[in-house]
């Protein structure tokens, strides 16, 4: 059903409005957020371990910067809580939000993991989207940690819905990359290497109108060190949100499962982002 867009917008919809645990009020708000995205038209799509909470935190503090706060954030229950959080979830849970969305002050970011076939909005061609990315290389390495698979059982991982869905995210991306004008792709490689250039890039795509100079207090704000203290300390081994267990694709992967991982990137990833695989 996936692979037809039309149906599946439908049928999702559908599957909506016919659950009785859900209020009357809520399938409409829900209805208008389908035909209408609630007026907001900014979009981030992200590959899973390719920097999406690290892009959200340095937006949100320097907003809070922008409009003379003091940046701070805290960690609560493996969640960043800034005093603004401009983005929001692209899906049904955005209906539940909708008071928020639309007296807002701060500009909204919808925000979502789907493939592009599976979100169901009639606005997905007018949104100003950023699909964030990275080299496959280091974000399934990434994902093996953070699933808690680990090396030790490598083979499961790849046996997994977590090998199989990024590619599947950057074929379904890549393809609506090429038939729109309006959409935009940010590499967590550049991200890292140039941030004060890539949130420039981000906030000029989205209209945010922050001053580099607020990014720039962001980035220091937001450095791994920093983020990694306001952790609980019995807590930063765990954590999900600052990984300081890098492992190259070497170092994760056996000789067989890295060959086997290269002969399905190759036979199955048609978009590559411009990454060399």
């Known amino acids: 059903m996936k692979k037809v867009p039309f149906v599946y917008f439908w049928c999702s919809l559908v599957k909506i409005l016919l659950r009785k645990n859900v209020l009357l009020s809520d399938k409409c708000n829900y209805c208008q957020f389908v035909i209408t995205a609630f007026g907001k038209r900014n979009l981030m799509t992200s590959l899973p371990r390719s920097g999406t909470n690290y892009t ?40 539940s939000c909708k008071d928020l969305i639309l007296t807002s002050k701060a500009p909204i970011i919808y925000h979502t993991h789907h493939l592009c076939n599976n979100i169901v909005s009639l606005q997905k061609r007018n949104m100003k989207t950023v699909i964030l990315v990275r080299n496959l290389y280091d974000q399934l390495p990434s994902r093996l940690i953070q699933t808690k698979f680990g090396i030790d059982r490598q083979d499961e991982f790849i046996n997994s819905q977590y090998f199989c ?55 220091e704000l937001c450095k791994k060190d920093v983020m990694l ?10 954590n999900e949100r600052v990984s300081f267990r890098k492992y190259k694709f070497e170092e994760a992967f056996t000789r067989r499962n890295r060959q086997k991982i290269n002969k399905i990137i190759i036979s199955k990833l048609r978009y590559d982002f411009g990454y060399k695989y």
Request: net charge negative; glycine share 4%.
């Open 229 to 238: 203290s306001k952790v609980p300390e019995d807590n930063r081994e765990k």
């Open 56 to 95: 959200k935190v340095l937006i949100n503090v320097a907003y809070d910067l922008s409009k003379n706060g003091d940046g701070n954030y805290y960690y609560n229950n493996g969640q960043w809580q800034p005093k603004y959080w401009l983005f929001q979830d692209f899906d049904w849970r955005a209906a």
């Open 165 to 219: 869905d990024p590619i599947k995210f950057l074929n379904s991306w890549g393809k609506y990359l090429k038939k729109s004008e309006n959409c935009f792709v940010i590499k967590y490689e550049s991200l890292l290497e140039s941030p004060l250039e890539t949130l420039r890039l981000l906030s000029n795509i989205w209209d945010l109108q922050i001053d580099d100079e607020y990014f720039i207090r962001s980035i």
